[in-house]
Nanobody
């Protein structure tokens, strides 16, 4: 069974940075980050292909967030800069068998438990 575990969330002031990490038991999947704010639906944040050659971002985080992976360490990262209060959410990493950097949550079969990110104004 594939296992994913996120870490690195916390409380940060607007304009600050956080780096999320996702440890995955198998590095052969395309990986994505999604988030869900209170009262809102889960939304796509960023994705990376199996090799790391292709990435995709939501418009709301483009140029502020960077997704990367280290297949030797079985980890995926989300570097978040210039954080805004509207970035506050529970962030989930997900793994799937897509060939590319998939933006739809239905393309991901495996999900972590999530890590809370809170950005204060």
């Amino acid at each position: 069974q594939v296992q994913l575990a996120e870490s690195g969330g916390g409380l940060v002031q607007a304009g600050g940075s956080l780096r999320l990490s996702c440890r995955v038991s198998y590095s052969g999947y395309a990986m994505g980050w999604f988030r869900q704010a209170p009262g809102k639906e889960r939304e796509f944040v960023a994705a990376i292909s199996r090799s790391g050659a292709n990435t995709a971002y939501a418009d709301s985080v483009k140029d502020r967030f960077t997704i990367s992976r280290d297949n030797a360490e079985n980890r995926v990262y989300l570097q978040m800069n210039s954080l805004k209060p509207e970035d506050t959410a529970v962030y989930y990493c997900a793994g799937g068998v897509s060939l590319g950097a998939a933006a739809r949550d239905l393309e991901y079969a495996y999900w972590g438990q999530g890590t809370q990110v809170t950005v204060s104004s």
